[in-house]
Nanobody, 125 residues
Framework: QVQLVESGGGLVQPGGSLRLSCTAF????????MAWFRKAPGKEREGVAA???????AYSDSVQGRFTISIDNAAQTLNLQMDSLNSEDTAMYYC????????????????????WGQGTQVTVS
């Protein structure tokens, strides 16, 4: 069983920034495909950013150029730097881990992720 714990969410004004972190209690985080998803009320869950064990990254069109996904191996955290936030970014954000080195396809599809965190709320207002 892998435990994922998100943090860093909160209330931010439009145009502001937030940095989300996901602490993963697993050996060598960089060996896995990991991603951030979000779920807003009334909307489908959306994959926003993914990173594979090879370092390849993928972003949804809605966040491309504004969000950056990264892994801090020393801290065993998956991070999501979010800049130029707008109201459309308001959602519950979840990190997920797939028990594979590479992300299949873009990695932004929720199928195939084995473990999920409980989520952290981001509100842009």
């Amino acid at each position: 069983q892998v435990q994922l714990v998100e943090s860093g969410g909160g209330l931010v004004q439009p145009g502001g920034s937030l940095r989300l972190s996901c602490t993963a209690f697993v050996y060598s985080l960089s060996r896995y495909c990991m991603a951030w998803f979000r779920k807003a009320p009334g909307k489908e869950r959306e994959g926003v950013a993914a990173i594979g064990g090879d370092g390849a990254t993928a972003y949804s069109d809605s966040v491309q150029g504004r969000f950056t996904i990264s892994i801090d191996n020393a801290a065993q955290t998956l991070n999501l730097q979010m800049d130029s936030l707008n109201s459309e970014d308001t959602a519950m954000y979840y990190c997920a881990l797939r028990a594979s080195f590479l992300c299949s396809g873009t990695g932004l599809e929720s199928q195939g992720y084995n473990w999920w965190g409980q989520g952290t709320q981001v509100t842009v207002s």
